[in-house]
């Protein structure tokens, strides 16, 4: 069975500061997809990434970027130049190929970044 | 609308009593999802729907948790004589397509349901 694990529960970072957040995933899948999601205190979850198991290229967009590596099973995402509007719940999540997409997700890790 | 929109945002009910959650996909996706997210069981899958049908119910945590699509579009879960466990944040969640290769999934802001 698929598991998501994110081992660090809360994270205190200064505005500006770099911050990475780990997600290490178990699956018996070749073919299978990595997510993750962005929940502020509004409750909305919002999809920031997708990444595929046979594309092991990382991605930046802007300040963020995320690290894919099948060898540790680990798709890590880093804040750059860490804001207060990053302030948020993270969740990485995995879905296997047929299995109609289900999601299941990792615990979720809670950003909090000050002035 | 432009997002998955899900009503009520708030729902406080007594033990006992029936609630009906809904849920207006993004126009157009033919997935639908429901998750429910707790403190004590984090975010887990509940069901999901293909166009209007259910394949899978195994998710759902008893039988009095039921769900319905209509119209390949809005969709209702419904909970029987609610308990004090079931107190937790029903998001819903659509995607174009259920393939996994294509699949994204676009979440509402849940409702929040509290049994007392």
């Known amino acids: 069975a698929q598991k998501v694990t994110q081992a660090q529960t809360e994270i205190s970072v200064v505005e500006k500061e770099d911050v990475t957040l780990d997600c290490v995933y178990e699956?018996?899948?070749?073919?299978?997809?990595l997510f993750w999601y962005k929940q502020p205190p509004s409750g909305e979850l919002v999809f920031l990434i997708r990444?595929?198991?046979?594309?092991?290229q990382n991605e930046i967009s802007g300040r963020y970027s995320w690290n894919f590596q099948k060898s540790t099973s680990s798709f890590n995402f880093t804040i750059t130049a860490s804001q207060v509007v990053d302030s948020a719940v993270y969740f990485c999540?995995?879905?296997?190929?047929?299995?109609?997409?289900?999601?299941?997700f990792g615990t979720g890790t809670r950003l909090q970044v000050t002035l | 609308g432009a997002g998955v929109s899900q009503s009520p945002s708030n729902k406080v009910t007594e033990k006992g009593k029936d609630v009906e959650l809904r849920c207006d996909p993004i126009?157009?996706?033919?997935?639908l999802y429901w998750y429910r997210q707790s403190l004590g069981q984090g975010l887990e899958f509940l069901i999901y729907?293909?166009?209007?049908?259910?394949?899978?119910k195994s998710g759902l945590p008893s039988d009095r948790f039921s769900a319905e699509r209509t119209g390949g579009s809005v969709s209702t879960l419904t909970i029987q004589r609610t308990q004090q466990e079931d107190s937790a944040v029903y998001l819903c969640?659509?995607?174009?397509?259920?393939?996994?290769?294509?699949?994204?999934?676009?979440f509402g802001a849940g409702t929040r349901l509290s049994v007392l």
């Open positions: 969640a659509s995607s174009l397509v259920l393939t996994a290769a294509k699949n994204i999934q676009y």
């Open positions: 729907f293909q166009g209007n049908s259910a394949p899978d």
């Open positions: 990444r595929n198991s046979f594309d092991e």
């Open positions: 126009s157009g996706h033919t997935a």
């Open positions: 699956t018996r899948d070749t073919t299978y997809y």
């Open positions: 999540a995995l879905s296997e190929a047929g299995t109609a997409s289900k999601l299941t």
